[in-house]
């Protein structure tokens, strides 16, 4: 009876019969592991509870590729119930954080044990609860971190591009404004007249006006043109003549103001001119495509902001389209040449009270779930549509996908807490857990599921004056 006096000291055996407490050590098991040997994986079926007798282990989940420690436990302590009592695979991993003796007990012993003592089953009870609140809080928080995570990657995919513009703009400035300075002090030594001047003003002016837009033509009429002008151009006695001709065709210039210029200007001044309009277009193209850079990052960091809903109050009036288009660009790094987005939405939707943040939340978890679904069941021409509408008093958001559907066995569980069908270390079973209570607890709303294969939908309801209790 080595167990004996252990088992006494450990709350669900403490009330135990010395007859029965005698029994229960002939039956259990004893197990040690070595410090970093696994007991047993997330996802695996349980049929044994442990008590830590010497050492420490930890409990530890896969999330979205990484691990989550939810806690450790040393002498005197139970893990591992949770599986036998509510007949659920494992929902966490056991690790020997050092050597470790471990006691066993087998399903129908644990249950034996809590129909026997009442002492045993309320300890039992309480551990389960405060385990349960636990690792729902540490979980939240990981979800929150780990969508914190994705939102940055989202952001920076997002911001590479638009940055990476400008600066490649920026260099390619420094370089034409020095180029720039110099055919300006060509253009001084050229002595022109006001004439001249006034002429060139003008198709400077067509330069800045051209640079915003590229004119339409197909890529062989462009190569013609082009080369034409380049032939043109070295016959007057342009150096970068195939340079200058790309930009020509760009301006749109005829035959006929081509002869302009050479009958205004004298065959020395002529070179001079065409680099001159050649920078200055060249200059103008540049600030277009900063100007584009900058209001992208602009138009982003505006998406960031109002999907934090940074700087108000915590229930404001919100434009529900305006959610969904910024969760959008938030998610456009997961989406972007995979899934097809459709906008489905209400011309006259009234703004609602809402928590916006956390009804931001709603909709990444329902896209992003609705975009594995599609990636993962290799759905042919994989589109998302997003909906609004109004009835009476609410507003409706159906998101909808048309991939292989939520199985019908799975169905009645998808709310439910830990409850995920991703592959093991893929999800925390969260997601729609967290959505749930954010639609129905803080907004006092719900949300409906119907699905199919080629049709899943969700409809979120939304009341549009927000009643507090």
């Not at 989940?61 to 450790?72: F, G, H, P, V, Y």
């Not at 660009?329 to 703004?351: Q, S």
Request: charged share 25%; proline share 4%.
């Amino acid at each position: 009876m080595a167990n004996f006096e252990f088992l006494r000291n450990v709350p669900l055996f403490a009330e135990m019969s010395d007859s029965d407490l005698e029994s229960m050590c002939l039956i259990v098991q004893e197990v040690h592991l070595r410090a970093g040997e696994v007991l047993f994986e997330e996802g695996s079926d349980g049929d044994t509870a442990y008590i830590v007798e010497q050492g420490e282990v930890d409990i530890v989940k896969t999330s979205d590729n990484r691990e989550i420690l939810l806690a450790k436990r040393s002498q005197g302590e139970v893990f591992g119930e949770m599986a036998l009592l509510l007949d659920q695979p494992r929902s966490a991993g056991v690790r020997a954080r050092t050597d470790t003796a471990l006691i066993g007990i087998s399903r129908a012993d644990l249950r034996n044990l809590l129909q026997i003592s009442p002492t045993a089953a309320s300890s039992m009870f309480e551990i389960l609860v405060t385990r349960l609140q636990n690792t729902h809080a540490l979980l939240r928080q990981s979800e929150k971190m780990a969508q914190l995570g994705t939102f940055t990657a989202g952001i920076a995919h997002e911001l590479n591009n638009p940055a990476a513009a400008v600066q490649r703009s920026t260099d390619h400035l420094s370089k034409t404004l020095f180029e720039s300075a110099h055919t300006f002090m060509r253009l001084v030594r050229e002595g022109l007249t006001l004439p001249q001047q006034e002429t060139l003003e003008r198709y400077v002016r067509r330069a800045q006006e051209q640079a915003k837009q590229m004119p339409q033509m197909d890529a062989l009429a462009r190569s013609d043109r082009e080369g034409e002008l380049e032939e043109w151009l070295e016959a007057h006695g342009v150096d970068n003549a195939w340079e200058c001709a790309t930009t020509l065709v760009n301006l749109g210039f005829t035959d006929e103001q081509l002869e302009e210029l050479a009958a205004e200007y004298s065959a020395t001044q002529l070179p001079t001119i065409i680099d001159w309009l050649n920078n200055n277009y060249t200059l103008f193209n540049l600030l277009g495509e900063l100007q584009q850079g900058a209001s992208r990052i602009s138009s982003i960091i505006k998406a960031l902001k109002s999907y934090t809903y940074l700087d108000q109050a915590p229930v404001t009036r919100t434009d529900v389209h305006q959610g969904l288009d910024d969760t959008l660009i938030i998610l456009r790094h997961k989406l972007k040449n995979e899934v097809t987005v459709r906008r489905e939405y209400a011309t006259d939707l009234p703004l609602i009270e809402a928590y916006g943040s956390e009804l931001n939340q709603v909709w990444t978890n329902l896209i992003d779930n609705a975009a594995d679904a599609l990636r993962t069941g290799g759905t042919p021409n994989p589109t998302i549509t997003l909906r609004t509408r109004q009835e009476g008093g609410w507003i409706i958001v159906t998101i909808e996908d048309n991939g292989p559907g939520i199985a019908p066995e799975n169905m009645p569980h998808i709310f439910e807490t830990f409850f995920t069908t991703k592959p093991i270390g893929q999800g925390t079973g969260l997601g729609l857990d967290i959505s749930y209570n954010i639609v129905a607890r803080r907004h006092k709303g719900d949300i409906r599921v119907r699905s199919e294969p080629g049709r899943t939908q969700f409809d979120v309801w939304l009341p549009i004056e927000l009643k507090e209790d």
